[in-house]
């Protein structure tokens, strides 16, 4: 059974940083891909970062510049640096993994920004 534990959210003040980390039960090579996504109350999930087996990553504009994605493989462990935190990147973050044919999900963290 594949597990993906996230931790690491909080209430932060915009402006702040944030970390976020993904314990994945296996290897970050056995998935194609890695990936954090948000979802906002009433809103659809969203990607945020990505990152494949090669180590490729891939950031959506609102949060390019801002959002690192990374891993320590030794660890099986994904990680979203957060950086100059708005209001609106208020939301549950999820950590997703893809090994064909399946999508994993961890349980999500919630991340607040105050203004």
């Known amino acids: 059974q594949v597990q993906l534990v996230e931790s690491g959210g909080g209430l932060v003040q915009a402006g702040g940083s944030l970390r976020l980390s993904c314990a994945a039960s296996?290897?970050?090579?056995?998935?194609?891909?890695m990936a954090w996504y948000r979802q906002a109350p009433g809103k659809q999930r969203d990607l945020v970062a990505r990152?494949?087996?090669?180590?490729?990553?891939y950031y959506p504009d609102s949060v390019k510049g801002r959002f690192t994605i990374s891993s320590d493989n030794a660890k099986n462990t994904v990680y979203l640096q957060m950086n100059s935190l708005k209001p609106e990147d208020t939301a549950v973050y999820y950590c997703?993994?893809?090994?064909?044919?399946?999508?994993?999900w961890g349980q999500g963290t919630q991340v607040t920004v105050s203004s």
């Open positions: 997703y993994g893809f090994r064909f044919p399946n999508d994993y």
């Open positions: 296996e290897s970050r090579f056995s998935f194609t891909r």
């Open positions: 990152i494949i087996s090669d180590g490729t990553t």
